[in-house]
């Protein structure tokens, strides 16, 4: 947390005791704490130089558990707006090419998600789950092989946004709809239409994040 929050910034050495004291554990905990941490790419370690925080750069942001991280720490505007230009990239072209190949069990599978949206009411646990399912199984109704196995890494970006959007807005009937009108888009094989609905989806999410991010006191 203190390197995504920024507390440890890029260059400093992390405490020649490993944050014994501060953790409560013991030296070889921190050692292969730190061995995960510089597998993705936050920090590295050499002889007589210790342990750095590497640059945002190098980290691998794309990481399940540095997204789940950058969540918990508190992400910042610039890497929500980030994540939703790459899903603005990927998904209303997902959403044309599902239009054309998906199967009858994958649109069966897309509207049941919608239908489990719809249920969850007001409830953001009960909502989130088939939400995040919903825009898996949107990748994998590509026929592409390459994007349904993006379908982890895309997931992970969408919790850290949904994350922060979802607080911001009660309205999960509303998001409810506007997933049917892309799987209705898909079903009809109307790829411009499914598009459409995508792209308006993405807008009232940008609208909900920047009302949370409006609220959220400053870093």
């Not at 790419?41 to 190098?58: A, N, Q, Y």
């Not at 691998?60 to 980030?82: H, I, R, Y």
Request: aromatic share 6%; net charge negative; proline share 5%.
């Amino acid at each position: 947390m203190q390197i995504l929050n920024g507390e440890l910034k890029p260059g400093e050495t992390l405490p020649d005791n490993g944050f014994l004291d501060e953790l409560e554990v013991s030296r070889t905990v921190v050692r292969e704490a730190v061995k995960v941490l510089a597998a993705k790419g936050l920090v590295e370690s050499r002889p007589k130089v210790g342990t750095r925080v590497r640059p945002r750069r190098d980290w691998n942001l794309l990481d399940p558990d540095v997204l789940a991280w950058q969540v918990e720490a508190g992400a910042d505007a610039s890497f929500l707006d980030q994540a939703l230009e790459l899903r603005r990239m990927i998904e209303p072209a997902a959403a044309r090419l599902a239009a054309d190949r998906a199967d009858e069990s994958q649109i069966a599978a897309l509207y049941a998600a919608y239908e489990e949206m719809l249920a969850a009411g007001d409830d953001l646990d009960a909502f989130m789950a088939p939400d995040l399912r919903f825009h898996s199984l949107l990748l994998e109704a590509c026929g592409n092989e390459l994007l349904e196995h993006m379908s982890e890494i895309f997931t992970a970006v969408l919790h850290t946004v949904f994350a922060y959007s979802s607080s911001s807005s009660r309205s999960y009937p509303r998001a409810a709809r506007r997933h049917r009108a892309i799987v209705k888009a898909i079903e009809a094989r109307d790829p411009d239409a499914a598009e459409q609905a995508v792209l308006r989806l993405i807008d009232d999410t940008r609208s909900n994040l920047a009302s949370a991010l409006r609220r959220r006191p400053r870093r």
